[in-house]
């Protein structure tokens, strides 16, 4: 178990503050929730991982496929587009900068083709949601070079037209066991992102992660994305290898990037 930990998989998230904070990236085998607020770059995570899991092992990465699952329609190809084209530009900078001598080492990735190594999904209610993720398993085993999963979001179609609270805590709950066993039988990286909500504590509002406290237990690692002043921040909530820290980001338009620098290139390896 020791050597497995020391050598899993990881994905990086293109922004080396936030890489570092999470040992490295998203881990494999592991299922992490993204949480924060309308705005704050979510979505834009969440198309980076897709894109970033295609990095070949050449440069660092796993040469995976990815599935997104999107519940809300927020899924944009052109901004994909945007995304894949700025990580093909930086594994060339990467290559001629640590194999001048060898002209022949190119990228021979294609923005196209990274597009084309995304399964996408569009749920449109809870049911549909419940039945793809019992069907995972099987369309996984069929694709076995899919190295994340991501969920936008999560919690969607479970905030609304439910009366039967104690059937949608069931619900999740089971949905939540079967993404945990997914991610550790198949070894690949479940990302589920998830909306805020109010929370009434001693007299006062505050926001919080959609679903209630017992949510928080359906995930290895819980990640709150959040504003300071204009500069947005990641803060590790809940962890049980990572210590509680937090790391600012930026969104441009080439993606997720360190927010001190927006041409900073990818830490490849």
């Not at 490295?24 to 309308?38: A, L, R």
């Not at 979001?153 to 479970?158: G, L, P, R």
Request: aromatic share 8%; net charge negative; glycine share 6%.
């Amino acid at each position: 178990m020791l050597n497995e930990e020391r050598f899993s998989s990881l994905i990086t998230t293109s922004c080396l503050d936030l890489d570092n904070i999470l040992g490295g990236g998203i881990n494999c085998k592991e299922v992490t929730e993204i949480g924060g607020v309308p705005g704050i770059g979510k979505t834009q995570i969440g198309i980076q991982l897709a894109v970033n899991v295609q990095i070949p092992l050449d440069y660092g990465g796993l040469g995976g496929k990815a599935i997104y699952i999107d519940t809300e329609g927020s899924f944009m190809v052109e901004r994909v587009l945007q995304i894949a084209e700025a990580c093909i530009e930086d594994m060339s900078e990467y290559s001629h900068h640590f194999h001048k001598d060898n002209q022949a080492f190119g990228v021979k990735m294609h923005p196209n083709s990274i597009l084309e190594n995304i399964f996408y999904f569009r749920v449109c209610s809870y049911t549909e949601q419940i039945a793809l993720v019992n069907y995972l398993d099987k369309f996984v085993t069929e694709h076995k070079d899919v190295k994340i999963i991501i969920i936008d979001s999560v919690t969607f179609h479970f905030r609304q037209d439910f009366d039967d609270m104690a059937l949608r805590t069931r619900l999740l709950g089971e949905m939540s066991l079967k993404l945990m066993k997914l991610a550790k039988n198949l070894s690949l990286a479940v990302v589920m992102l998830n909306q805020v909500t109010t929370k009434h504590i001693e007299s006062s509002f505050q926001l919080t992660l959609a679903l209630g406290d017992s949510w928080s237990h359906s995930c290895t690692n819980r990640i709150i994305l959040y504003w300071n002043g204009d500069e947005r921040h990641a803060y590790i909530d809940k962890s049980p290898s990572l210590k509680s820290a937090s790391a600012p980001y930026s969104v441009t338009s080439r993606g997720i990037r360190n927010s001190t620098s927006s041409s900073k290139r990818i830490k490849m390896v």
